[in-house]
């Protein structure tokens, strides 16, 4: 079982930064691709973008690219999505999962977060 816990949301105006952290508990965090989705009000949760075992590996939706950035500390247990450039669009509840491989897919996360409402004002 692994637990994860984000944090870090709130509301920012557009074109700001906010940074969503992700802590895990349980088993090895670094079995795990870190994979970071949204759900925006009335929506399907959609993938935002995902970072490998060791953090070599990243890859992000066409939306977000360029504007968010995820990186992982093995050593902290700990994920974090960096997102810059804010768009009212990107409003959405975000969540960390943990998957046994690399995929975009959200049925290839075994484990989910609680989810952090990021709100971005126009």
């Known amino acids: 079982q692994v637990q994860l816990v984000e944090s870090g949301g709130g509301l920012v105006q557009a074109g700001g930064s906010l940074r969503l952290s992700c802590a895990a508990s349980g088993r090895t965090f670094s079995s795990y691709t870190m994979g970071w989705f949204r759900q925006a009000p009335g929506k399907e949760r959609e993938f935002v973008g995902y970072?490998?075992?060791?953090?070599?590996?990243?890859y992000y939706a066409d939306s977000v690219k360029g504007r968010f950035t995820i990186s992982r500390d093995n050593a902290k247990n700990t994920a974090s999505l960096q997102m810059n450039s804010l768009k009212p669009e990107d409003t959405a509840v975000y969540y960390c999962?943990?998957?046994?491989?690399?995929?975009?897919?959200?049925?290839?996360?075994?484990?989910w977060g609680q989810g952090t409402q990021v709100t971005v004002s126009s």
């Open positions: 970072i490998g075992l060791f953090g070599f590996s990243t």
């Open positions: 999962a943990a998957a046994s491989r690399a995929t975009a897919a959200i049925r290839g996360y075994d484990y």
